[in-house]
Nanobody, 121 residues
Framework: QVRLVESGGGLVQPGGSLRLSCAAS????????MGWYRQAPGKQREQREL??????????NYADSVKGRFTISRDNANNTMYLQMNSLKPEDTAVYYC????????????WGQGTQVTVSS
């Protein structure tokens, strides 16, 4: 069984930075796509927003709202993913979740438990 654990969330002032980490325990196969999602206050699980994703080859995609401010990266050797968040804004406040997916056999879709990020003065 694979478990994803996020860390690095917290309270930060507008304009500040945070670095989130997502570590996977258990066996993660190659060709996994990793992503960060966020669920804003008052939103339902189905309304989680994709913040950034990174393919097994290192190709990254970002939501328009975070382009130029957030950077996603991964360490395949250690099954770990990161999200460097700079120039944080109050509207970035949310619970951030990591997700690992693989579509080819053996397929899987794992979520972490989430870490709270609050941007406030």
């Amino acid at each position: 069984q694979v478990r994803l654990v996020e860390s690095g969330g917290g309270l930060v002032q507008p304009g500040g930075s945070l670095r989130l980490s997502c570590a996977a325990s258990g066996r993660i196969f190659s060709m996994s796509t990793m992503g960060w999602y966020r669920q804003a206050p008052g939103k339902q699980r189905e309304q989680r927003e994709l913040v950034a994703s990174i393919s097994s080859g290192g190709s990254a995609n970002y939501a328009d709202s975070v382009k130029g401010r957030f950077t996603i990266s991964r360490d395949n050797a250690n099954n770990t993913m990161y999200l460097q968040m700079n120039s944080l804004k109050p509207e970035d406040t949310a619970v951030y979740y990591c997700r690992f997916t693989r579509t080819r056999f053996p397929a899987y879709d794992y979520w972490g438990q989430g870490t709270q990020v609050t941007v406030s003065s």
